[in-house]
């Protein structure tokens, strides 16, 4: 779509500067959004030639024990426990940024078997670029690693369309106190609205937040 094909061109046209790699976050509070838009930016620059690394803060999850602590509606849990994004930045973001190794882990946890997948390092080839998607990604651990953030506008309403139960409380509970201690939408290089992630629509500076 229009809006990604965006995204990719601004990336394609970047200068990864000393890094191997341009690293790409596609911020969302629903996965599954996450999921669509970032793979539409990756296949987007991988038919103009571009190398493309692919990551998903979904295989970066903390043990099932670690997550669930707090029980699987907690919104704290959901914003503090659930993501390891300092794992994300030790394995993937710095090792592909400046001075960087160019070695990258693709996956760490397996939540299905609650275990680490073991997944070997891969090594990346200059020029490349990572387009990772998860939530929180422009929160301090992870914020400075990115080269350029895609912030996903989203409203609590959207969120519980997408989800259920447990799930929706957590992720409205933890996006509220992102949005809240965060403020997400500037320091991103584009702010995507995304009620209808099939049909996303790029927001000017001055547009309000879909978040209520």
Request: proline share 8%; glycine share 8%; aromatic share 4%.
């Amino acid at each position: 779509m229009r809006d990604r094909a965006t995204a990719a061109s601004l990336v394609a046209r970047d200068d990864p500067g000393a890094g191997t790699a341009v690293r790409v976050g596609v911020d969302a509070a629903v996965p599954a959004d996450g999921l669509l838009v970032a793979d539409a930016v990756a296949d987007a620059l991988a038919a103009e030639g571009v190398g493309v690394l692919r990551v998903r803060a979904e295989d970066f999850l903390r043990p099932r024990s670690v997550r669930l602590s707090r029980g699987p509606a907690d919104p704290d849990a959901g914003y503090e426990a659930w993501t390891d994004h300092l794992a994300l930045r030790r394995e993937v973001l710095d090792p592909l940024g400046p001075g960087g190794s160019g070695r990258w882990l693709p996956t760490l946890w397996d939540p299905g078997r609650d275990r680490a997948t073991r997944a070997p390092r891969e090594v990346a080839a200059p020029g490349s670029v990572l387009v990772l998607d998860g939530p929180f990604l422009l929160r301090w651990e992870t914020a400075d690693a990115i080269d350029l953030g895609v912030h996903l506008d989203v409203s609590a309403a959207a969120v519980r369309r997408r989800l259920q139960g447990d799930d929706a409380d957590r992720v409205v509970g933890a996006w509220a106190r992102y949005l809240a201690e965060t403020d997400p939408a500037p320091r991103a290089d584009l702010v995507v609205r995304a009620e209808d992630p099939r049909r996303p629509a790029l927001l000017t500076g001055d547009a309000p937040s879909a978040w209520a």
